[in-house]
């Protein structure tokens, strides 16, 4: 690749959405919808992604604790600790299953207890205050300022006043991809994608160097 002149921002962006413009939502086939039930799958995908644990093993074992029924906060209540513990097993996330299977189930309880099991209500609290929301997602053990990152990244495009939120770690795959890190100039470089899309293929390249080296394989090529 010597020799060649660097591909534009523009290029880049498009090449990055291209290759694995998919967010961690879909890739846990949660089906977003501004409704219960796939917003508390959400935070709990949210709340499995932000460990020190490989992205594909925190949706595995998100897609475990669905399978297993844990859907909405009542049943993730209802299930034993040890069959929490077991389905996040079964998704190889047993470095902090034990930790996380409490978590989970003292997060339900809380979301139960204040907002009635829909964290639409918790949107109404914030009132289209970006800070707000993540300092009441924060409140949920396990969620600490990396989940609510996370969760709000992948919410963007449902609750548009969040947004446009990249997050710490996007700006990291960002940087190694050579965008720019002002939210002005990587706005437009994004122009025309999905919010959300563009923000977990940023962070994708934030974690995994193979994907920096594709897309800009790939930029080139456009």
């Known amino acids: 690749m010597s020799g060649r002149n660097p591909p534009s921002a523009r290029r880049i962006a498009d090449a990055l959405v291209e290759e694995c413009g998919r967010t961690y939502a879909e890739e846990a086939g949660i089906r977003l919808k ?3 039930q796939p917003l508390y799958q959400l935070l709990v995908l949210s709340l499995l992604l932000s460990a020190r644990i490989r992205a594909s093993v925190a949706v595995a074992a998100a897609r475990a604790l669905f399978g297993h ?5 009542r049943r993730m209540v209802d299930a034993t600790w040890q069959q929490r513990v ?25 979301v139960l207890d204040t ?3 829909d964290l639409r209500r918790l949107r109404e609290e914030a009132d289209g205050d970006r800070d707000r929301l993540m300092a009441g997602l ?13 969760f709000v990244c992948e919410v963007q495009s449902l609750w548009p006043e969040t947004g446009p939120l990249l997050g710490a770690k996007a700006l990291q795959g960002a940087e190694r991809l050579s965008l720019p890190t002002s939210p ?23 974690l995994d160097k193979d994907i920096v080296d594709a897309v800009t394989e790939a930029a080139h090529r456009q």
């Open 34 to 36: 501004d409704t219960p």
């Open 69 to 73: 029924g844990m859907r909405t906060p």
């Open 86 to 110: 077991d389905a996040l097993g079964e998704g190889h996330y047993r470095r902090y299953d034990e930790r996380t299977a409490t978590q989970l189930g003292e997060g339900a309880q809380l």
């Open 115 to 117: 907002w009635q099991g």
């Open 138 to 150: 924060r409140r949920v053990p396990g969620i600490g300022p990396a989940g609510a990152d996370i």
């Open 184 to 206: 002005g100039k990587l706005a437009q470089a994004a122009r025309g994608h999905d919010d959300a899309r563009f923000a977990a293929a940023n962070v994708r390249a934030a």
